[in-house]
């Protein structure tokens, strides 16, 4: 059992809902990533999502891509990232998973991406465009190592890739509340929404919501129908107003609010 596992574990046993946090490494730099790691650790953040930068980020809104051109500009590649984490781990024992594109990883490895992941104390991946029907080999590999393997799915998902999703899939499954790019608005209906409802009845993993959660309003409501909620695009936009060493303090307030609606 990992962390995230662990994590999870806990909150059920406390009957609390999970807040996962997005940042992109090294934005602006990788010593303010590693300081807004232990800021969103003690004011009530459960799991930390780092985007690992990719110049091609077609998944993701303006407010993301500029967040993972400022990490490339600062030099920030996966070695450095892995250096970060391993850093990290000597004070906080928070869950940690990457996301972002195949790409890099494919370029890096797969094996000892995995491997390397294991070593320094990453506990899971989300790799936004690798489909569940062609992941087996990596959900080995990952599985091997100990790391989660997170998958997306979407209200336009179908009951069989629900289904397929939701065989593969560890650590918890990312349901996107919307169709379209990271920093959408949120769609109200969320409850309504059918694929969120199958996806329920056929996984007992955990289900975090995300895409357009800005106030705490919003996440306390947006975790009443999952198990957890993910915040990105609000936060990085925080980083990008509040860049350098204020960053961390600034958002910390904001944070401790959302986690406390959350929980």
Not at 18 to 32: E, M, N, Y
Not at 174 to 188: E, M, N
Request: charge should be positive.
């Amino acid at each position: 059992m990992n962390r995230i596992e662990q994590k999870f574990k806990l909150l059920k046993e406390k009957n609390q809902k999970a807040l996962v946090t997005f940042i992109s490494a090294g934005d602006p730099d990788l010593k303010t990533t590693e300081e807004l790691i232990y800021s969103l650790d003690q004011n009530g953040v459960d799991i930390v999502e780092l985007g690992m930068p990719f110049s091609d980020p077609m998944a993701d809104g303006p407010v993301i891509q500029r967040s993972s051109q400022r990490a490339l500009q600062s030099g920030t590649n996966l070695n450095k990232i892995f250096t970060t984490v391993a850093h990290v781990r000597k004070k906080t024992q928070i869950p940690i998973l990457l996301m972002g594109y195949y790409n890099p990883i494919l370029q890096y490895g797969e094996e000892k991406f995995f491997k390397k992941c294991a070593s320094v104390g990453v506990d899971g991946a989300l790799i936004v465009d690798l489909p569940p029907q062609e992941g087996k080999r990596v959900k080995e590999i990952a599985q091997v190592n100990g790391c989660s393997l997170i998958f997306l799915l979407a209200p336009t998902s179908d009951p069989e890739r629900i289904k397929l999703v939701c065989k593969n899939a560890s650590g918890f499954i990312y349901y996107v509340s919307l169709t379209g790019i990271t920093g959408a608005k949120l769609q109200s209906d969320l409850q309504k929404q059918s694929a969120l409802k199958l996806l329920k009845k056929t996984t007992q993993l955990p289900v975090c919501i995300g895409f357009g959660i800005k106030t705490a309003e919003q996440a306390k409501k947006t975790s009443q129908l999952g198990d957890g909620v993910v915040i990105g695009s609000a936060l990085i936009e925080m980083i990008e107003k509040h860049q350098g060493k204020k960053a961390p303090q600034e958002i910390s307030t904001w944070i401790k609010k959302i986690a406390k609606a959350v929980h």
